[in-house]
């Protein structure tokens, strides 16, 4: 038997530390909208398909721009082009479509960006879908963090109780990340009366592995 084998342990070294996990999650009403519109366009040269669809929906940028929509709040989300056939599948053509997603920092100007979009493109335009984002979820972001801290604290005190230990500093964390979820809930009513839409609320929740040690 070695020598080191026979020195008993130092305070330090039976100390000990425990692993814990702790979920913080927090609710956030939207205060923004990203609305995805599109033109598609046929013609019979693929050229032709193309050009269009490019003028439209520079019509249908301009109209929202003088809307007030930033061209920051702007992007191009997509861009295609398609043979076309006919029921014997014979090619007739072409077709092409360009998106573009905006983001309404003021939800409630949805009807009149559909009215000037729908005035430039004509038959041509298309909703591909919407949906509610928050501006800054930077705040309920570092809530969630000090729920899911606190959580893991509480969880690490009922195993050092159960082990009759006291629970000493926090000596480790890491976070697991955190996700937005969306869901519906009770409705905004203001935006409801500006927009027509639900906004329900976005569930924003962080977990995190914190290590503390025993006394």
């Not at 050092?160 to 990340?177: F, K, S």
């Amino acid at each position: 038997m070695t020598s080191d084998a026979l020195t008993p342990p130092t305070r330090d070294e039976v100390r000990g530390t425990i692993s814990v996990s702790g979920h913080g999650e927090v609710l956030l009403t939207p205060d923004a909208l990203r609305l995805e519109l599109s033109v598609e366009v046929s013609a019979i040269g693929a050229a032709d398909a193309l050009n269009a669809a490019r003028t439209t929906m520079a019509d249908v940028r301009r109209a929202v721009s003088e809307l007030g929509i930033a061209t920051a709040d702007q992007q191009t989300s997509g861009f295609n082009l398609w043979q076309r056939h006919d029921r014997n599948g014979v090619p007739n053509g072409y077709q092409a479509s360009e998106s573009l997603v905006l983001l309404l920092r003021d939800p409630s100007t949805v009807d009149a960006v559909l009215t000037v979009a729908g005035e430039a493109a004509g038959d041509r335009l298309r909703v591909g879908g919407l949906g509610f984002t928050v501006l800054d979820p930077g705040p309920a972001r570092d809530d969630a963090r000090r729920l899911a801290l606190a959580e893991a604290e509480r969880v690490a005190r009922v195993y050092a109780d159960a082990a009759g230990r006291r629970l000493g500093h926090l000596v480790g964390l890491a976070e697991g990340g955190a996700r937005v979820v969306g869901r519906r809930a009770k409705m905004d009513v203001g935006l409801m009366a500006a927009s027509g839409m639900e906004p329900g609320t976005q569930s924003l929740g962080v977990d995190v592995t914190a290590e503390f040690q025993f006394r």
